[in-house]
Structures are given as C-alpha cells and as structure tokens.
C-alpha cells in the first residue's frame, strides 16, 4: 500500500484482518451448489433473483464503473451512495476523539455529521466570498491545523460552483503524507470542468468519490463509489471497513443497466442545464431575488428578501425547497432543485404570487 495512504490509516486497521464472507468466497457467475451461506433454497415467486446474497463488489459492476469514470476494478470500492463512502473513509482513517477533517462550510452537512458521530474534531476554513462569487481559502487550508481528512467538493454543495483544478492539486501536493484529500465529485457531470480522477496517478493521498444519484437518476437505489490510484487501499476499504453484503441485488441491477445507458444520461443532463439557465433567468429576474450564484450542478442558491417566508409559502402549497437562509455563509438562501419546466413554473408562479 502507499505509504502515504498506510500511514494515516487508523492503527488498528494496518493490522486487523477482513472478515471473508460467504460471498467473497464464491464466484455466482458459475453454475455451482451453493451451501455455505445458510441461504433459503426456496425462493418465493417472482422473487428468485433476491434468494442468494450478492457478491459484495461485483464484478460487472466494477467493471461498467471503470469504464465510466476511466479507472481501473481494482481503483474502486463500490459503496452505497458516496454517503457510505464518507462514513467508511471517517471509520477508517479518524481515530476517536484524536484525530480530525477539515471543511469548507458552507459545504456538504454529511462530512461534519460523520465527524461528529464519530467522535473527530472538525476543523473550518469557509469559503470567502468575492464579487458574488465563493472562492476557496488556499491559504487558510494550507495554514490550518493538518486534519487526517480534508474534504473538497466540487461542484460544492449547497453553492454549486466547482473549485479550480489547481487549487485542488496544490492542496494535494502540500499536504501529501500529512492527509488524505476526499474530493467529492457528485454533481461532476453537470459541469463542464474536467474530473479530477486524469490526476490520481500524480497525487496518492487524493481520493474521489462519485454516486449514481444525480445525473444517473438512481437516487432510490443507493450506488456509489470511491475511487484511489491505491489497489491495496481499495482491497483495505473492501474487506476491513465496509458492510459484508453492502449492495442490494435490485440497485446492483439497476446500477450495471444504468451505466449502460450514457447517451439517455447525457440527454437527460443536457435537458437540466438547459432548464437550470432558464429557471435563473426568471428567477433572477423577479424583485424579491437579490442574488443567484454562479451553478455547474443541477441547483440554484438563491439570495432573497424572506427566504424563510417564501420556503415555507412554497411547503404550504406542497413544493419542497432547501432553506439555508439561517446558516453562516448561507444568509437568506434558499437551494432549489432543477426539476422540470412545470415544476420550475410552478416555483416560479409561487414567486409571483408571494
């Protein structure tokens, strides 16, 4: 393993030894009688796909992954969701009231809801905010106390802009063998920058995250990854942290179909960016509306007089927005979805009304 992925490993796990389930030890591609996993034989009707566990990382499923996001199967550790992800990479690297991450709030609420139960201090450089615009704190990052865990995401939620690649790759540079940088890539198809998964090879101590909620459109099944240059990392996370049967056999299905269908992904994609200027457009032009930032995701943050009055106007007439109106960095923001035309008309009209 890289060293400067095993050094920072919790100390435990450089040692222990991953549990081998039933279904690592058994390939259910082949035809074989399968008596080791105390199994029901008796499948109920219409439901015999479901009667077996499932490889724990399948293998066509690592591998329509891999083609996806232009890695290697043995890069990829298949979670559910990239909410599973940051709770393995917590278990795996923090140690307990020890160690502790570092964010840039406003930010993705999981990595400190992690932290916190895990117990790991929690370590905040905000984004400044220049010409309407956020902007990363290099120097505040790089100054900072060296967290185990610094989390990047890009594009960023609840902003939507995409941090810059060099920015990002000097983070990685500066901190190598101190920490691991996490970025996290889950609204990546929406934005025109590229991934930085074409740098893995040059920064080991990055590791991406990906999901199959967003621009796959499988929010209900739960598919997602992590992705590290480090094969003996990803046999470590496999095997040591992680659930025994971590993945469903439905979303399993529905992941390898879905990763087959790019060109209705790209379509679908192409629909909400068109659909996310229009959206702006309106909103931006109503009087109520002070400010809408710059988006590479498939949402708007949106600056307004009574954020929380229009939230809850909309909830009483059963629209459901995010409202960050009361969070530092956040003040009077409301985050709203791309849905489609009508349900962004619907939003809009709500405005007019209000």
Do not use: W
Not at 41 to 57: A, C, N, V
Not at 186 to 198: G, I, K, L, P, R
């Amino acid at each position: 393993m890289n060293n400067s992925i095993e050094k920072l490993l919790r100390p435990h796990f450089r040692t222990i030894k991953g549990y081998v389930s039933a279904g690592m030890e058994s390939d259910k591609t082949a035809e074989k009688i399968f008596l080791n996993a105390n199994e029901n034989p008796y499948p109920l009707p219409g439901l015999e796909h479901y009667s077996r566990y499932p490889e724990p990382q399948p293998v066509a499923l690592l591998q329509a992954y891999a083609e996806t996001y232009g890695v290697a199967p043995d890069q990829i550790c298949a979670t559910r969701g990239a909410d599973e992800a940051i709770a393995l990479l917590t278990r795996l690297f923090c140690e307990p009231h020890k160690d502790a991450i570092l964010i840039t709030p406003p930010t993705f609420g999981i990595y400190a809801h992690d932290a916190d139960a895990m117990p790991v201090d929690i370590i905040t450089v905000p984004f400044l905010e220049e010409g309407g615009e956020f902007v990363l704190d290099i120097d505040g990052i790089l100054a900072a106390p060296r967290a185990k865990l610094i989390y990047l995401c890009s594009p960023n939620n609840p902003t939507g802009h995409s941090l810059l690649i060099e920015d990002m790759r000097r983070i990685c540079r500066e901190t190598e063998g101190e920490s691991i940088v996490i970025v996290d890539e889950a609204y990546a198809e929406f934005s025109a920058q590229d991934s930085m998964v074409q740098y893995l090879g040059e920064h080991p101590n990055m590791i991406i995250l990906r999901t199959l909620s967003k621009s796959y459109s499988l929010a209900g099944a739960r598919m997602g990854c992590l992705i590290s240059s480090d094969a003996e990392f990803i046999k470590a996370a496999r095997s040591k942290a992680i659930d025994t049967y971590p993945l469903p056999v439905g979303s399993i299905d529905a992941a390898i179909k879905a990763l087959g269908m790019r060109d209705q992904v790209q379509k679908n994609i192409a629909k909400i960016l068109v659909e996310r200027e229009r959206f702006r457009a309106a909103l931006q032009a109503h009087e109520s509306v002070t400010h809408i930032y710059p988006s590479d995701a498939n949402f708007l943050l949106v600056k307004m007089e009574r954020a929380r009055e229009f939230y809850q106007f909309c909830a009483a007439r059963n629209i459901l927005l995010r409202d960050f109106s009361a969070q530092s960095g956040t003040e009077n923001c409301l985050r709203i979805s791309v849905g489609t035309p009508e349900e962004n008309d619907a939003v809009l009209e709500a405005l007019q009304q209000f």
